[in-house]
């Protein structure tokens, strides 16, 4: 498998770019983004950390993809158990990963997650003790302390990680579009980044309502994407938890890119059971091979030039609720 690094470089748009283009959507790039990275650990698991899970997941993927999609360029966020470029602080790397998407013209951007739960304890008496406890009676002078003994257990807690399960995959939420939309711009329809010459013509009313169409279209495309990814695993036997919207810093990355993206919770890594899942050969490559299969079905429809769409709402809720 060859792994691409180097950045792409795109020619000066023309003049008609702000036209709405009539081609599908193609898939040419694929991003391909383990979480997290030394210094940052991400979530602890009792054997191992999602850092270095997420990297052994991200990389059988694009394995997967490579060998049934030859014709797609593969290119990794990190190859390594540390952050992008060896970076040491975590929130310059996190906008690392979005450059690195944008420079080489993505046309998809898969983030790999392992997530955490609360976890439980369990109580177990391992011994006694004796301790001293006073009692105190009269007033005053005649105040007197006496001192009595008892027996009392002596625990032990143990953590048994958490008791949730199962997978679910995040797209940015769909109020935070606007984001979005500054990063897609006003380029082309293939998912390609800004160069100077968009930028400049971004101030233009038909620039502005082409980056707001692209953005509508990137979001619909994720949002398929995702319920593919969610299927697939339901497919497999594991707990669906859903395709949702997630609105909070951990997803600065899929709003941060110019091109449809998503975020897979691959398991919970506290989770004792699925933490040896994700741990072992076999699991690593059942999940590549749900989500690998997820592309494949996304592929087939750009191929076939279909168009999701998606029913448009207003109220808050509805919108951090439209999808599962």
Excluded at 1 to 10: D, E, L, N, P, Y
Excluded at 125 to 143: F, W
Excluded at 157 to 163: A, V
Aim: cysteine-free; charged content about 25%; hydrophobic content about 30%.
């Amino acid at each position: 498998m060859t792994v691409f690094i180097a950045s792409a470089f795109k020619p000066p748009l023309s003049d008609n770019a702000a036209h709405i283009p009539t081609q599908r959507q193609a898939l040419r790039t694929i991003i391909i983004d383990p979480g997290h990275g030394l210094p940052d650990p991400g979530a602890d698991g009792k054997e191992g950390t999602e850092s270095h899970y997420a990297l052994l997941i991200a990389l059988k993927l694009g394995e997967q993809l490579q060998q049934n999609l030859p014709g797609v360029k593969i290119i990794f966020t990190r190859t390594d158990e540390y952050l992008p470029d060896h970076l040491s602080n975590k929130n310059d790397a996190l906008k690392r990963r979005a450059q690195i998407a944008n420079e080489n013209h993505g046309d998809l951007f898969i983030s790999i997650h392992l997530n955490s739960g609360p976890d439980s304890y369990s109580k177990d008496v391992i011994d006694h003790r004796t301790e001293t406890y006073y009692t105190y009676t009269g007033k005053g002078k005649k105040r007197k302390r006496t001192a009595h003994t008892r027996t009392v257990p002596v625990y032990r807690y143990t953590n048994l990680g958490t008791n949730a399960v199962g997978t679910e995959t995040f797209i940015w939420a769909v109020g935070k579009n606007d984001s979005k939309k500054s990063f897609v711009g006003a380029g082309e329809e293939t998912g390609e980044p800004d160069d100077s010459t968009s930028n400049l013509m971004f101030d233009s009313p038909e620039a502005k309502i082409l980056a707001s169409i692209r953005t509508k279209k990137f979001f619909n495309y994720s949002r398929m994407l995702a319920e593919y990814v969610q299927d697939e695993f339901s497919k497999q036997g594991r707990v669906d938890r859903g395709a949702k919207q997630r609105d909070n810093e951990g997803i600065w990355v899929l709003q941060a890119t110019a091109m449809p993206s998503i975020l897979v919770e691959t398991g919970f890594v506290n989770n004792r059971e699925e933490e040896d899942y994700l741990n072992s050969d076999k699991g690593q490559n059942e999940v590549a091979y749900a989500i690998m299969r997820a592309v494949l079905r996304y592929k087939t429809n750009l191929d076939n030039g279909v168009i999701p769409t998606t029913t448009s709402t207003t109220d808050s809720a509805q919108q951090t609720s439209a999808l599962k």
